[in-house]
């Protein structure tokens, strides 16, 4: 409904299934550690908080390719995504959200590091809204947890 408003500073980030003019999608975006030295990733995990959102969804995290800025991003300039998505069910009541991101990962050490896009896999539904805390939050922040061998 607003597709040139920036939600940049929000504490939180709301993914919103309502119908194809208000849909709502989150990106989140963490500067990756450099790659020990004959290392390579062997798992990720993307972790978001949420505080509250309708359960029976499946959320999806899919990696951007190409180049966004927080406080510049609207839906009508959002950046484009690359290849496969990682999921993870919205579950019910609040706690961190995991979504196996290994893939995603090892793509962003080789074609760029943009981020990820959350999005509800069936956007268009009947008003199915998630809230994730963003770095803006003082506790339960955005978290990407890498593992290397």
């Not at 505080?51 to 899919?62: D, E, K, L």
């Not at 180049?67 to 959002?78: K, R």
């Not at 050490?109 to 896009?117: D, E, P, V």
Request: glycine share 12%; hydrophobic share 35%.
């Amino acid at each position: 409904g607003s597709p040139s408003v920036n939600q940049g500073s929000d504490s939180r980030l709301r993914v919103l299934s309502l119908g194809p003019a208000n849909n709502m999608r989150a990106l989140v975006r963490f500067a990756l550690p450099a790659l020990p030295a004959g290392c390579v990733v062997e798992s990720a995990t993307l972790r978001l908080y949420r505080p509250s959102g309708a359960g029976g969804r499946t959320m999806q995290a899919i990696r951007v390719s190409s180049n966004w800025s927080e406080n510049g991003v609207t839906w009508a300039n959002q950046p484009q995504t690359a290849g496969a998505d990682a999921t993870t069910s919205s579950g019910s009541g609040e706690g961190y959200r995991t979504w196996l991101v290994t893939s995603q990962v090892q793509a962003m050490y080789t074609n760029g590091n943009y981020g990820f896009l959350i999005r509800d896999m069936f956007e268009g539904g009947a008003g199915y809204e998630q809230q994730y805390y963003s770095r803006e939050r003082s506790s339960n922040r955005p978290q990407l947890v890498i593992r290397f061998a």
